[in-house]
């Protein structure tokens, strides 16, 4: 792959909350898994891919690439 070549699939890449000021910092996927169990570690995987897959489609119906996402999860770990 090229710089900027478009990745065949795209790919889940966690990261932590940092307090305001303060840089995220990334997660593997047995940091996640260990922060919020396998099921719903798995499920999240699942639901920022797929919730990237249709943005990312509806913005190219208008000429629009999306080439990242940042999408907050943090409110689940409330909820567990």
Do not use: N
């Amino acid at each position: 792959m090229v710089e900027g070549a478009r990745l065949p699939e795209p790919i889940f890449t966690p990261t932590t909350k940092a307090p305001v000021g303060e840089h995220d910092e990334p997660m593997t996927a047995a940091e996640v898994v260990d922060a919020v169990g396998a099921e719903l570690a798995a499920q999240l995987t699942e639901v920022t891919l797929e919730l990237y897959r249709r943005g990312a489609a509806l913005a190219a119906e208008r000429g629009i690439i999306v080439a990242d996402t940042k999408s907050s999860w943090a409110w689940i770990l409330t909820e567990c």
